[in-house]
């Protein structure tokens, strides 16, 4: 139920930068994530009603044995972090693991240093990165990116360095905005609307002011598999949960 007021809170976020939206539609160009205000608060409040209400609960379960591994000691890598909540609450519950936050906004970021350090928490990290920049290989057990990969500037490039930076035996877990990559698919979806709205006026203009490809919220189900796919990975599994009606989640392994 928390979640009808979902997309009331992301289009508050949007009078201000409509005129400049509007005018990037006519001539091309994008709007950074600098001109939305309360961006990361707003990301926050979405994030607790999709992710941290149930990520104990039921998203973590949706890969088998994932918590037992959790308990026992794993590397854990968050894509597109924000202020940090979700890698606070699992290494908080998980305290022989290690977690690392990775985001582009400084302001996140030390947003979540800060509440890292008010719990006492020294497995957490977090850093100011660039993910189409990542390096490292075969170095992480779980990845995380919740609602993180459409609005990349190179989003095949961000999943092709998730791809390497896993272990082998790694999993990834991609949360999504709900749907299909064919509009016409979409004609019976109760928040097609608002997806393409969202895509529009956000995801796709901040990816955009990077030069990057404006994928867009909406990309879809298909498209994601094709991607994904072409990273490299080779088991990709779509689940839907009860609590969410907007979002998709992917599990995927090399």
């Not at 609960?57 to 037992?68: D, F």
């Not at 990542?134 to 779980?142: G, I």
């Not at 082998?168 to 999504?176: A, K, N, R, S, T």
């Not at 709900?178 to 796709?204: K, Q, R, V, W």
Request: hydrophobic share 40%.
């Amino acid at each position: 139920p928390n979640n009808l007021s979902v997309p009331a809170q992301f289009l508050s976020i949007l009078g201000s930068v409509e005129d400049k939206i509007v005018a990037c539609f006519r001539s091309g160009g994008g709007v950074p994530y600098s001109e939305y205000g309360r961006f990361h608060q707003v990301m926050a409040e979405e994030s607790s009603q999709t992710v941290g209400s149930a990520l104990l609960s039921l998203i973590l379960p949706l890969v088998p044995g994932l918590r037992q591994r959790l308990q026992n000691g794993v590397s854990v890598l968050d894509v597109g972090c924000g202020s940090g909540r979700t890698v606070n609450l699992m290494a908080e519950e998980f305290p022989g693991s290690t977690f690392i936050g990775y985001d582009l906004s400084e302001e996140a970021i030390a947003k979540a240093r800060k509440d890292a350090a008010q719990r006492g928490l020294i497995n957490a990290d977090f850093a100011v990165k660039d993910v189409a920049q990542l390096t490292d290989a075969a170095q992480y057990d779980l990845i995380t990116a919740f609602d993180a990969i459409h609005d990349q500037a190179g989003p095949q490039r961000v999943l092709e360095n998730i791809a390497r930076a896993l272990k082998p035996d790694g999993v990834f877990l991609m949360q999504e905005i709900s749907g299909s990559s064919y509009i016409e698919n979409n004609m019976d979806l109760p928040l097609a609307p608002f997806g393409y709205t969202i895509s529009c006026m956000h995801c796709m203009t901040v990816s955009l002011a990077q030069d990057g490809e404006g994928l867009g919220a909406m990309w879809g189900e298909e498209q994601a598999r094709e991607m994904l796919k072409k990273a490299g990975f080779t088991s990709i599994e779509v689940n839907h949960l009860p609590h969410d009606i907007l979002n998709s989640y992917f599990v995927v392994r090399r």
